[in-house]
Nanobody, 114 residues
Framework: QVQLVESGGGLVQPGGSLRLSCAAS????????MNWYRQAPGREREWIAG????????NYAAPVEGRFTISRDNSKSTVYLQMDSLKLEDTAVYFC???????WGQGTQVTVST
């Protein structure tokens, strides 16, 4: 059974950092690209970062480029999202997604607040 489980969300002040993790199981993780999305209250889910199976040439949506870093550890079947310089508008539920498997994680809440 293909499964993605996110962790690492929480409450942080503006300017702070968080690191999200997404642990994969049920498929050969190292062969598949992975993405991170987020969904803020009242808004559609939006793509924010993607990474190839080898980790080369990650790409980012404009709102997070330069502040967020996607990475992966294929030996642990885990993809990460390092989030720095967080802003109030980064508040959302964050999801990892395996596009070629069509599988979403359950999401993890990130709240940026004073």
């Amino acid at each position: 059974q293909v499964q993605l489980v996110e962790s690492g969300g929480g409450l942080v002040q503006p300017g702070g950092s968080l690191r999200l993790s997404c642990a994969a199981s049920g498929f050969l993780f190292s062969m598949y690209p992975m993405n991170w999305y987020r969904q803020a209250p009242g808004r559609e889910r939006e793509w924010i970062a993607g990474i190839s199976p080898t980790g080369i040439n990650p790409n980012y949506a404009a709102p997070v480029e330069g502040r967020f870093t996607i990475s992966r550890d294929n030996s642990k079947s885990t993809v990460y999202l390092q989030m720095d310089s967080l802003k109030l508008e980064d508040t959302a539920v964050y999801f990892c997604y395996a596009p070629q498997k069509g599988v979403w994680g359950q999401g993890t809440q990130v709240t940026v607040s004073t």
